[in-house]
């Protein structure tokens, strides 16, 4: 079993940055890949982006390549969301989701991630 705890959002004008935090924490913690999805009011929950447990690989949706930075500490057992050049359409909750396994593989699928956080709300002005 693994708990994870999102933190870090708010309200933000547009063009501004926010970085989200993620403790997770529970067996193993660490040895899982992990990633962020979001959810606007209305809309499906969608890929945000996803590290390998060992930070070998990253991976983006396209929508927030290179304004997005994830990072995770593992001695800290902390994942990291930095998001830059904030847009009104990146408006939503914040999860992050952690896989059983150490790679994040092809998939962009929340059904492949088991363990979820309770979200955090971040809003962009515009």
């Known amino acids: 079993q693994v708990q994870l705890v999102e933190s870090g959002g708010g309200l933000v004008q547009a063009g501004g940055s926010l970085r989200l935090s993620c403790a997770a924490s529970?067996?193993?913690?660490?040895?899982?890949?992990i990633g962020w999805f979001r959810q606007a009011p209305g809309k499906a929950r969608e890929f945000v982006a996803a590290?390998?447990?060992?930070?070998?690989?990253?991976s983006y949706a396209d929508s927030v390549k290179g304004r997005f930075t994830i990072s995770r500490d593992n001695a800290k057992n902390t994942l990291y969301l930095q998001m830059n050049n904030l847009k009104p359409e990146d408006t939503a909750v914040y999860y992050c989701?952690?896989?059983?396994?150490?790679?994040?593989?092809?998939?962009?699928?929340?059904?492949?991630?088991?363990?979820w956080g309770q979200g955090t709300q971040v809003t962009v002005s515009s």
């Open positions: 529970g067996r193993t913690s660490s040895s899982y890949a």
């Open positions: 590290i390998n447990w060992d930070s070998s690989r990253t």
């Open positions: 989701a952690s896989r059983v396994g150490l790679y994040i593989g092809n998939t962009r699928s929340a059904n492949d991630y088991r363990y």
